[in-house]
């Protein structure tokens, strides 16, 4: 579920390399078929479209379903709220009954979201977060508290085999440009040369994780028995003032620093403890910021090449 997007896409090739046979739904609301193009004609993939808010079935056997839908960059959960919480509460659900009639284990991606704007610091799964139920971030927020929720619900209740992972910040190949999330958005003002948008001060602070380390961490919990939650993210905290010093430097670019209007209720500071991801699952990021970011760098430079030439 969300195969298109852009943590999906990586989940469905992982997927395939281990070996599965993978069926990819997606409404192409925030995602594209084209980042799974390179999969159409592997007989192991088969790409539905359509919208996990109604129900829907799969045919033969299921072992494993894996519910990424929904959208996930503020820009885009900000126009889509109804949607998001729609995908949140009934998406979830049907993934969760999809998983029953098969007898298959549950995975659900969760977020550090969930954790709001956080009052213990680093965020430990125990931590009950700090969400402002009303605001504008809380058709995310709440949506993935409430899938939580209801994953557990299946569970305990109705003895359904779920794992809940809680993603924090994520970047790499395959985000849309126009995503809005800081690191896409950054990196194709730098390459544009255009300023690049810092939000407030710019003191507030992510932890960002590489791709491949986050998709490993999915996959390895799908792979496992355990419930969670877990977190999954990398402990390199960082200031979105020194990510944007970077993101130049890293380009060689010659933007500025442009400073915008901060989002309402953008949390302060983030950073997952992942002392539980290793006990559980011998999982640790691989991947340093500079590495992962330069190989971002690489995959965005050609697809903005790829796009002026066919313009
Ligand atoms: P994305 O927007 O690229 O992917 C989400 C996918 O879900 C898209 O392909 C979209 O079209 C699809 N989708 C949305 N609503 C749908 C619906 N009703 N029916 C079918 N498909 C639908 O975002 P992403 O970064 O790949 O995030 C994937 C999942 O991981 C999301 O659930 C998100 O909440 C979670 N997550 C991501 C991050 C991150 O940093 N990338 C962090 C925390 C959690
Ligand atoms: N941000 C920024 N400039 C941008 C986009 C985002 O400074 O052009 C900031 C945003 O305000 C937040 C951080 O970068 O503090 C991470 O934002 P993102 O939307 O990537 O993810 P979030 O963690 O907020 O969901």
């Given at each position: 579920?969300?195969?298109?997007?852009?943590?999906?896409?990586?989940?469905?090739?992982?997927?395939?390399?281990?070996?599965?046979?993978?069926?990819?739904?997606?409404?192409?609301?925030?995602?594209?078929?084209?980042?799974?193009?390179?999969?159409?004609?592997?007989?192991?993939?088969?790409?539905?479209?359509?919208?996990?808010?109604?129900?829907?079935?799969?045919?033969?056997?299921?072992?494993?379903?894996?519910?990424?839908?929904?959208?996930?960059?503020?820009?885009?959960?900000?126009?889509?709220?109804?949607?998001?919480?729609?995908?949140?509460?009934?998406?979830?659900?049907?993934?969760?009954?999809?998983?029953?009639?098969?007898?298959?284990?549950?995975?659900?991606?969760?977020?550090?979201?969930?954790?709001?704007?956080?009052?213990?610091?680093?965020?430990?799964?125990?931590?009950?977060?700090?969400?402002?139920?009303?605001?504008?971030?809380?058709?995310?927020?709440?949506?993935?508290?409430?899938?939580?929720?209801?994953?557990?619900?299946?569970?305990?209740?109705?003895?359904?085999?779920?794992?809940?992972?809680?993603?924090?910040?994520?970047?790499?190949?395959?985000?849309?440009?126009?995503?809005?999330?800081?690191?896409?958005?950054?990196?194709?003002?730098?390459?544009?040369?255009?300023?690049?948008?810092?939000?407030?001060?710019?003191?507030?602070?992510?932890?960002?994780?590489?791709?491949?380390?986050?998709?490993?961490?999915?996959?390895?919990?799908?792979?496992?028995?355990?419930?969670?939650?877990?977190?999954?993210?990398?402990?390199?905290?960082?200031?979105?003032?020194?990510?944007?010093?970077h993101v130049v430097e890293l380009t060689g670019s010659s933007s500025t620093i442009e400073f915008v209007e901060r989002?309402?209720?953008?949390?302060?500071?983030?950073?997952?403890?992942?002392?539980?991801?290793?006990?559980?699952?011998?999982?640790?990021?691989?991947?340093?910021?500079?590495?992962?970011?330069?190989?971002?760098?690489?995959?965005?430079?050609?697809?903005?090449?790829?796009?002026?030439?066919?313009?």
């Amino acid at each position: 579920m969300g195969g298109a997007g852009f943590l999906g896409s990586h989940v469905c090739d992982a997927l395939l390399d281990r070996d599965y046979d993978v069926v990819c739904l997606d409404n192409e609301s925030t995602g594209s078929d084209t980042n799974v193009a390179h999969l159409v004609g592997d007989d192991r993939f088969a790409y539905r479209r359509c919208d996990v808010v109604d129900t829907f079935e799969v045919s033969g056997t299921v072992d494993l379903v894996l519910q990424l839908a929904s959208p996930a960059s503020p820009v885009h959960y900000l126009a889509m709220p109804v949607e998001t919480m729609k995908v949140g509460s009934l998406g979830t659900m049907h993934g969760l009954d999809l998983a029953a009639r098969h007898d298959a284990r549950f995975v659900l991606a969760s977020t550090s979201e969930v954790y709001g704007d956080p009052l213990e610091h680093p965020q430990r799964e125990s931590y009950w977060g700090n969400v402002n139920p009303v605001g504008p971030r809380a058709v995310y927020d709440e949506s993935k508290r409430f899938g939580e929720a209801l994953t557990t619900a299946y569970r305990t209740s109705r003895a359904l085999d779920t794992g809940i992972v809680r993603i924090f910040n994520t970047y790499g190949p395959r985000m849309a440009t126009d995503d809005g999330r800081v690191v896409p958005t950054f990196l194709h003002q730098a390459l544009a040369g255009e300023p690049l948008t810092v939000a407030g001060d710019g003191l507030q602070t992510r932890s960002l994780c590489y791709v491949d380390d986050t998709v490993r961490g999915i996959v390895t919990m799908a792979e496992s028995a355990h419930t969670g939650p877990v977190n999954i993210g990398n402990t390199h905290e960082v200031t979105m003032l020194e990510l944007a010093k970077h993101v130049v430097e890293l380009t060689g670019s010659s933007s500025t620093i442009e400073f915008v209007e901060r989002p309402v209720d953008d949390p302060e500071k983030r950073r997952p403890d992942t002392a539980l991801a290793r006990e559980l699952l011998d999982w640790v990021p691989q991947v340093d910021a500079r590495t992962g970011l330069s190989r971002t760098i690489a995959w965005f430079s050609e697809a903005l090449e790829a796009r002026s030439v066919g313009a």
